[in-house]
């Protein structure tokens, strides 16, 4: 069974920084895309950041230079990098994986931006 567990998430402040953490069991997340994807309140869900199996690296417009994703394959661990969050990055963090036709999420971290 393939399960995606978040971890790191929390409240920062302004101007501060989170690392979040995707730790796969189950399976071998190398085969994967990985992304991370967030909602926040009343919002659809939309997506932050991927990376590819090679290392390919894209992100949204709103967290360009504020966040990294990266992943380290023999730890079977996927990360987000957070650094000068802002109060509207607030909102429920998911890891994604895809492989083909299958996909897989988290159950989420919440991250809140408050002073």
């Known amino acids: 069974q393939v399960q995606l567990v978040e971890s790191g998430g929390g409240l920062v402040q302004p101007g501060g920084s989170l690392r979040l953490f995707c730790a796969a069991s189950g399976t071998i997340l190398s085969f994967y895309t990985m992304g991370w994807y967030r909602q926040a309140p009343g919002k659809q869900r939309e997506l932050v950041a991927t990376?590819?199996?090679?290392?390919?690296?894209n992100y949204a417009d709103s967290v360009k230079g504020r966040f990294t994703i990266s992943r380290d394959n023999p730890k079977n661990t996927v990360y987000l990098q957070m650094n000068n969050l802002k109060p509207e990055d607030t909102a429920v963090y998911y890891c994604?994986?895809?492989?083909?036709?299958?996909?897989?999420w988290g159950q989420g971290t919440q991250v809140t931006v408050s002073s």
């Open positions: 990376i590819t199996t090679d290392g390919y690296t």
């Open positions: 994604n994986g895809n492989l083909g036709p299958r996909a897989y």
